[in-house]
Every structure is written in structure tokens, then in C-alpha cells.
């Protein structure tokens, strides 16, 4: 059984749809088109007389209107999803002063910003502006009633996400995603299709792929002091801590022999895998990192072959990294903000190394032939700090 959301893109309609995804509500959304001026015909005044989106058809069949009642219904219908604050609290009464506020002070005017010609005869124009002005007014008073970041809910939000993945195709190595040069890509050549091993060997894991990617982000509203002391509070109080926490894998890279071995003259020929751990000791503590690879476990193949290293079959090192961000939030007067942000890029100063490859980054093949064959040679960014001042007006 499920919901159907009758509204327009971009429409009014967007925090009913909010509200049904927020509460995991199964739902299908009908498109009253505004521009076509379908909500004034015939079969949408069947649903809604007033012609105005959104509406709501409940399961059992109930047609609901008004955005505050479809709100506050969805509400009632999945308090799992606890879209408002706990009943009879501070917050729940809050929450409904700031849905009337909606409904009553500011939705209204919408429709004389949008079709001013329903209000006036002339100078709808006029009208149009003056009504803008009075919606940002109105809009401003909730801006100002805004401690911190929030509203409504106080403290902390956290988000996090995980994925792993495997992507493969077949494009040589470092084509990324513009396709071999063959068709116009970026990427050197494919392998000649009548070479032993050539399908095989532009066979694998893509150039950007990472399998596994961990991401936290959070923000903090830290609690300003409950004081009455107008000094500490304005120390202490409306402070704002942040940070995205990133872990992920490294990316694949290919080991070519860097020379044309082959005599094809494509300079795509892949070095010599000849057995045993193919990467080194790993002693990246002290840099330069001398052995990513083994290097005794590769060498040139034999004069008119290819190699036999297939696409993507290394990975370089994985990548962690903590930015952080401490704001304090400074009102001057009633209009003006100003905002101190610290910014920290890389807080903990990691150094995270970049794959041992050839020709940057962008470049995921490694030349067997290099006398730098598999040493890294560089790493992302050292921690940044940035300090800065917004004002908002
Ligand atoms: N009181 C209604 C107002 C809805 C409303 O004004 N919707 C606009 C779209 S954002 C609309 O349908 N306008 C079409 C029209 O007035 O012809 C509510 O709160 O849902």
C-alpha cells in the first residue's frame, strides 16, 4: 500500500517528498505540471478544488492537502522516523510554531510573487517586488531565531558511509574514463588483438576504482555556557566543530615494461612478472619509500612479447585523512553575522603516499624500466590550515 505525491519539480510539493523519503514511506509521485497549468484542470480540482500542490493520497485512499497538514500527518503515520521533536517538548511546540509560521506568514505570499496578475489589475510587477521583499523579511526573522546551525534539533549530526566495490573493464590503463586512445581517449593504445594474452591483458580493474571507501562526517553545535555573564557567554558561547573523516583503499595501477619490447611500436608492453611477492617491504615509515614493489620479481619480457602483467593488477596505498573545521559564530547586530572559521585540511599531518607510478597521478602505470621502479616518490598534502572571516548580511 502506498502514498501518492501529486506536486511539480522544483514545487512546494519538495517537503512532503522530503518528509516520505525521510520516513523510508513508500510512495509514488504524480507530475502536475505548473508551467502547463495542469493543476487548474479538471482532473487535478478533482483531487485538489483548490488547485494547489501539494496533495496527498493516503494508502486507504484519503485525499490530504496543505503542506503543514501533510507534514503533520506523515508525522502521526511513521513516529519511527521521529520527524518531530518528542510530544508535549519545548522543541514539538517549537517545531509546530515554525509550521504555522510557513503555512500562514510566508506560503501565502508565494502565490503573489508567483501570479501577481490575480491580485492587481495593473502594476503587477510592483506587486510582484513587494511581496519578494515582504517573504525575505519574514524569511530573515527565522534566520536570526537560528543559534548556530540549528533550528530545531540542538548538538550533533553525524553521517556515515561505506562502500566496497569492484569496478573492471576494458580500456587500456589510464584511460580513467575517457576511453583508449584509439577512440579518441586519453589512454595509449589497446593491445593488438593478434598478440598472445592481449584481451586478457587491458582486462581488469578500472583506473579510479578504490574497494573500499569509509566516510564520516559530523558536526558539532557545541552547548554555549547557561550564564547570564554577557562576557563569558560571548566567549564561550556559539561554537561550531566539524570534520569529514576519510579511510579509504588505494587505487589499482599497471606495471609496463617502458620500452618496445614487442616492436609494435605502441609502448604499451607490460613488464615480466616472474613469481614472488610482488610488492616490497613496505618500509614507508622513513621516506623515500624504497621498496612499494619488489623489484626483483619483475623484469623485461622476452624481445616480441608483451608481458603478462594484466590491467590494474597492483594497488597503491590507501589514503586516511581528517579535516576539521572550529567556527565561532559572532552576532553584531541584528543583520549582521560574522562567522571566524579555522579550517584544518589533513589535522593530523598523515602523510599519505600516492601510488609509485610513472607519470603522476593521472598516469596509473608504473615503467619497469625506471630507475625509480618501485619507489614512491610522493604523497598528498601535508596538514593546511586556513583561517578566515565571513560576515553575513
Ligand atoms: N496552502 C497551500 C499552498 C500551496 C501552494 O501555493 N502551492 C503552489 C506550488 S508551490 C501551487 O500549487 N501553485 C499553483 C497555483 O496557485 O496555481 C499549502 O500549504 O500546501
Redesign the pocket.
Known sequence: MSFTLYGDLG??AFSAEAALAEAGAPYRFELVS?DKNE??QPAFLAINPS????ALRLPEGEII????AILLTLADHFPQARLLPPQASNDRAKAYRWLAFM?GEI?PI??IV??PERFVAVEAEALRAKARERIRERILIIERMIEGTFLLAHGFSILANYTWQHSLDTVPPSSGTTGAGATGGAGPLPIPWYLPGSTQLDYGTSDFNRTQVFVVSYLWDIPSPHTTNKFVKGVLGNWELSGIVTKETGLAYTVFAGKDVSQTGLNVDRAQYIGGNPYGGNSCKSAPCVSWMNTAAFTQPAAGTVGNIGKGAFTGPGLFNWDMGLFKNILITERWRAQLRGEFFNTFNHANFTSPLSGGSNYPVLSQSSSTFGTITSANDPRIIQIALKVVF
Open positions: 514545487s512546494g505548473l493543476q487548474k488547485g494547489k500542490m501539494p492537502t496543505e503542506s503543514a503555512a506560503y508565494v502565490e508567483d501570479y
